[in-house]
């Protein structure tokens, strides 16, 4: 029972482009999200978050969307560059619930094409 | 400012032996997690300690556990080692509120032969 989906294994965007990576949940107890970035053989690097009572949070070329009632958000990279190349993790917790670590989708692999 | 430190980077032990795993957090950081990422099966939550006390657990069996020191370091253990333990092991840290941004270290890779 995955929590946390993210249905696409790979994406490739060409370099200065708009990367967009999907991710989908079905516990509506979550209501933080965060974004991680991880290059082989490192540890995960957080990127950006958003709270639930938000639908947008930018910070430089990283914004996430946040769709509560669609259980849905996306994170878009404008432009996308070539150390953007990485697998990309969406988590997700919900801090009200007693709390657990963090759920995360299984990654999507972002490729950015010169 | 150091970041999360974990040693040793990679670790081989043979089915049946025990693996010790160890983990550093930010300085100030009260909260670690610990995570296990085996192939093909994504992030999994395996512990969490606060102010040494184990807080949580995922869906492990016994074998796994750990323990927070007074410095807020923290072990994982990992006893009757089976071919399927083989992965990387994550240890993030974050200031000891619920919610807050976990911050990843380098990860151990644990082999079992």
């Known amino acids: 029972d995955q929590q946390v989906k993210q249905n696409s294994p790979s994406l490739s965007v060409q370099e200065g482009r708009i990367s967009i990576l999907n991710c989908d949940y079905t516990n509506s107890m979550f209501d933080y999200f965060l974004w991680y970035k991880k290059y082989p053989a490192e540890g995960p690097t957080f990127l950006i978050s958003?709270?639930?009572?938000?639908d947008k949070n930018e910070d430089g070329r990283f914004t996430v969307f946040l769709n509560k009632s669609a259980k849905h958000l996306s994170l878009h990279i404008v432009p996308s560059q070539p150390g953007d190349s990485a697998v990309y993790f969406c988590a997700a917790i919900a801090r009200g619930g007693g709390a657990d670590g963090l759920t995360f989708g299984k990654g999507t692999h972002l490729i950015i094409q010169p | 400012e150091a970041g999360v430190t974990q040693s040793p980077t990679h670790l081989i032990k043979t089915r049946g032996q025990q693996a010790t795993l160890r983990c550093s957090p930010i300085?100030?950081?009260?909260?670690v997690y610990w995570y296990q990422q085996a192939l093909g099966l994504g992030l999994q939550f395996l512990l969490w300690y606060d102010e040494g006390e184990e807080r949580n657990r995922g869906n492990f069996p016994p074998r796994f556990s750990g323990r927070q020191f007074p410095n807020y370091s923290s072990e994982l253990n990992v006893n009757a080692l089976e071919l399927e333990d083989s992965a990387l092991y994550l240890c993030?840290?974050?200031?000891?509120?619920?919610?807050?941004?976990?911050?990843f270290g380098p990860g151990t890779r644990l082999l079992v032969l």
């Open positions: 300085s100030g950081h009260t909260s």
């Open positions: 958003i709270s639930s009572i938000k």
């Open positions: 993030a840290s974050s200031l000891g509120v619920v919610g807050e941004t976990q911050y």
